[in-house]
């Protein structure tokens, strides 16, 4: 399966996680390209650990607090009509209230940012069921 030999490669071998950072990139490459559907599949654990911004720390993660800062650090890029997906995000370390408060987070970062958060999902298994409804679509 192709997402088994992806993640064999995939080490946690950096001091830190910059998701918003990487979120922005992207949203710096697709500004040109407005034609067709556009996907951004990002797999993360969803942990942002940089820019000033350390979800790891946070028993539960205050999104009335966290996105103010964003916005006033121009944080938050446009990403108009884009479906995201984030995959492989999971608990390992934390409790349920955190893991809600994640999703909650990056549902409001994403509808600020003008996109759609299809897919919040731990494995592979939902993301191959997402992609099974909508083949049919």
């Known amino acids: ?23 922005a990139y992207v949203a710096w490459l697709l500004s040109d390209n407005q034609k067709g ?5 990002i797999f993360t654990d969803g ?11 946070l028993s539960e993660i ?14 938050i890029p446009k990403l108009q009509a884009v479906e995201v997906f984030l995959l492989g995000v999971h608990m390992a370390g934390k409790d349920h209230g955190y ?3 994640l999703r909650e987070f990056y549902v409001k970062y994403f509808e600020e940012a003008e996109a759609v958060l299809r897919g919040f999902w731990p494995t592979e ?8 409804l909508n083949s049919q679509r």
């Open 99 to 101: 893991i809600h408060s």
């Open 47 to 57: 942990r942002q650990t940089t820019n000033g911004i350390n979800f790891e720390k």
């Open 1 to 23: 399966m192709i997402w088994d030999q992806k993640t064999s490669l995939l080490r946690a071998d950096r001091p830190a996680t910059n998701v918003l950072g990487a979120i």
């Open 37 to 41: 559907r556009r996907l951004l599949l």
């Open 62 to 75: 205050d999104s009335r607090s966290i996105l103010p800062q964003l916005r006033r650090r121009h944080l």
């Open 125 to 132: 298994k939902e993301w191959d069921t997402y992609m099974e």
